[in-house]
């Protein structure tokens, strides 16, 4: 799976308006049904906080990926947002979350949806990406850094 292609500059808002994790959940889930690629928004929002409430999806170090499977997906989908404030996820660190990168996936993709959540983690671990993505200007630009960290890792 090239999970590269899934990072585009319309599926990224910055800055979010959303002040809680419910809130920015749901404006990220918005963000894909605005696109066309979530039929269900409010389904959908409920999938992803029932999974939050099991546990954090606050991975630490300003970094939050909120993810559930989607009955009805057509394939992966993904949505980033970086808070106009700091939203606290309950992070593992305690540290409130800076970005937020929404997954959904079809409950057939399981393999698909480790992937890219692997993938991710692996790209925002880096210290310096990680702060190069929080402080692009635009949806652009942090969409760029993002493909470009993909593409000059592998």
């Given at each position: 799976?090239?999970?590269?292609?899934?990072?585009?500059?319309?599926?990224?808002?910055?800055?979010?308006?959303?002040?809680?994790?419910?809130?920015?959940?749901?404006?990220?889930?918005?963000?894909?049904?605005?696109?066309?690629?979530?039929?269900?928004?409010?389904?959908?929002?409920?999938?992803?906080?029932?999974?939050?409430?099991?546990?954090?999806?606050?991975?630490?170090?300003?970094?939050?990926?909120?993810?559930?499977?989607?009955?009805?997906?057509?394939?992966?989908?993904?949505?980033?947002?970086?808070?106009?404030?700091p939203i606290d996820f309950n992070a593992f660190d305690q540290k409130p979350?800076?970005?937020?990168v929404l997954v959904l996936s079809p409950p057939d993709r399981t393999a698909d949806h480790i992937q890219v959540l692997g993938?991710?983690?692996?790209?925002?671990?880096?210290?310096?990406?990680?702060?190069?993505?929080?402080?692009?200007?635009?949806?652009?630009?942090?969409?760029?850094?993002?493909?470009?960290?993909?593409?000059?890792?592998?």
């Amino acid at each position: 799976m090239d999970v590269a292609s899934l990072i585009k500059a319309d599926i990224i808002r910055t800055p979010l308006r959303a002040q809680t994790r419910i809130t920015a959940i749901r404006e990220l889930v918005e963000v894909l049904g605005e696109s066309g690629a979530v039929s269900d928004v409010d389904a959908a929002v409920e999938l992803v906080w029932a999974r939050e409430q099991e546990r954090t999806t606050g991975i630490g170090e300003g970094l939050a990926v909120p993810h559930a499977r989607v009955p009805g997906l057509k394939g992966l989908q993904v949505a980033i947002g970086r808070a106009a404030t700091p939203i606290d996820f309950n992070a593992f660190d305690q540290k409130p979350v800076r970005l937020i990168v929404l997954v959904l996936s079809p409950p057939d993709r399981t393999a698909d949806h480790i992937q890219v959540l692997g993938w991710l983690s692996r790209r925002l671990a880096d210290r310096v990406t990680r702060l190069s993505v929080y402080d692009a200007q635009t949806p652009e630009a942090m969409a760029d850094m993002l493909r470009g960290v993909c593409c000059e890792a592998e």
